[in-house]
């Protein structure tokens, strides 16, 4: 499938209003610039959109400016659990869930390997994959009918 072809397949007019919608959308939200950016990567070659930044707020601006623009079916939110200024991906991820409802995949990563993260994502009902992981460990949970809490 070429590139143009793929994202004909990912964006498509909304029925009868003109307004673009983006298919299976995933929101990164990871504070280490290269990570974010090779999962970004990793996401669109397997024909995902992607919306991504380091915070909750940068997240947020960009889906007001898309909102107007775009219907967005959100497929999962992939959050660092130690983000900056103190906010962890629970409560990103908690906030995604107050603006979308729980209709989509929940995956928390980190470099940590305290278990008392683990045991917070359980309670959250999030997945946990602990950094490093393969891409297709991540995809797998993204693209799966139930997001079980595990860690990897």
């Known amino acids: 499938m070429t590139q143009a072809?793929?994202?004909?397949?990912r964006f498509r007019p909304w029925p009868m209003t003109g307004v673009l919608m983006i298919n299976?959308?995933?929101?990164?939200?990871?504070?280490?610039?290269?990570?974010?950016y090779g999962l970004k990567l990793s996401f669109q070659d397997a024909g995902y959109a992607v919306i991504d930044?380091?915070?909750?707020e940068t997240i947020a601006a960009m889906l007001n400016l898309r909102?107007?623009?775009?219907?967005?079916?959100?497929?999962?939110?992939?959050?660092?659990?130690?983000?900056?200024l103190g906010i962890n991906g629970v409560t990103v991820i908690r906030c995604m869930e107050?603006?979308?409802?729980?209709?989509?995949r929940s995956v928390l990563i980190t470099g940590?390997?305290?278990?008392?993260?683990?045991d917070r994502a359980r309670a959250a009902g999030m997945t946990l994959l602990r950094k490093p992981?393969?891409?297709?460990e991540l995809l797998a949970h993204v693209e799966s009918n139930l997001c079980?809490?595990?860690s990897a």
Do not use: C, M
């Open 5 to 9: 072809t793929s994202n004909v397949a």
């Open 67 to 84: 909102k107007s623009l775009t219907r967005i079916y959100l497929r999962a939110v992939v959050a660092d659990f130690w983000l900056d």
């Open 53 to 56: 930044g380091t915070s909750l």
């Open 98 to 104: 107050k603006l979308w409802g729980k209709g989509f």
């Open 112 to 118: 940590d390997h305290n278990p008392a993260i683990a």
């Open 148 to 150: 079980l809490t595990g």
């Open 24 to 36: 299976n959308t995933v929101i990164i939200v990871e504070d280490d610039r290269q990570i974010r």
């Open 133 to 136: 992981f393969r891409f297709e």
